[in-house]
């Protein structure tokens, strides 16, 4: 498991692929904007946060697939992930050969 507190960078965003295969799953401070990628379950990352100082009810957790293309929000919430893997991951993504 990663925490990340800074924006990513192109690098670390495929490293993510290498390192997690074809699915990461990310769990993520909506208000904050840190991130923990690399879980083997959502609460683990939740766990991190929240020792991180993060509040519960911003804490959400989802997935990044790189073999389909798709970034899905877990069941549990709306789309407040989604927008921060749209405004962070994807334009990284774009720049990289994984989703093109």
Not at 8 to 26: M, P, Q
Request: hydrophobic share 40%.
């Amino acid at each position: 498991m990663k925490y990340i507190e800074k924006p990513l960078s192109l690098t670390e965003v495929t490293g993510f692929n290498r390192e997690y295969d074809n699915y990461v799953k990310i769990t993520a401070d909506v208000d904050r904007g840190s991130l923990v990628v690399g879980c083997l379950l959502h609460v683990d990352g939740e766990e991190i946060l929240l020792k991180n100082g993060s509040k519960q009810e911003s804490i959400w957790g989802g997935g990044l697939n790189f073999a389909s293309k798709e970034a899905r929000p877990s069941r549990f919430w709306a789309g407040c992930l989604m927008r921060l893997f749209l405004l962070k991951l994807l334009p990284l993504l774009k720049k990289s050969d994984l989703f093109n």
